[in-house]
């Protein structure tokens, strides 16, 4: 019997057949979501689709100031409209 995380009905499963002739039930992995713009809601880029613990050092967010939470251009606007109205950043 699976266990009870794989029991529910929303995983996506495929039959395949083995190389012995079998019928099987693979359940396929799940798919994640891109990270959007916490503004613009656009897929931020130059992020794969991966969960926290697959990500590599190359896959982190970048290393400015709302670098992962904002895209180039509204991280762009924010800063001059800070500038403009003498805001901290």
Same mark, same amino acid.
């Given at each position: ?50 969960? *926290? ?28 409209? *800070? ?7």
């Amino acid at each position: 019997m699976p266990r009870p995380a794989l029991r529910s009905r929303t995983i996506k499963r495929k039959i395949v057949r083995t190389p012995g002739g079998r019928l099987v039930i693979r359940i396929l992995p799940k798919k994640h979501n891109v990270p959007k713009c916490a503004l613009c809601k656009k897929p931020l880029q130059g992020y794969p689709k991966m969960t *926290a613990k697959e990500e590599r050092r190359g896959h982190r967010p970048p290393q400015r100031p709302y670098g992962g939470y904002l895209c180039h251009a509204c991280l762009k606007a924010l800063l001059k409209s *800070a500038v403009r109205n003498n805001y901290p950043i």
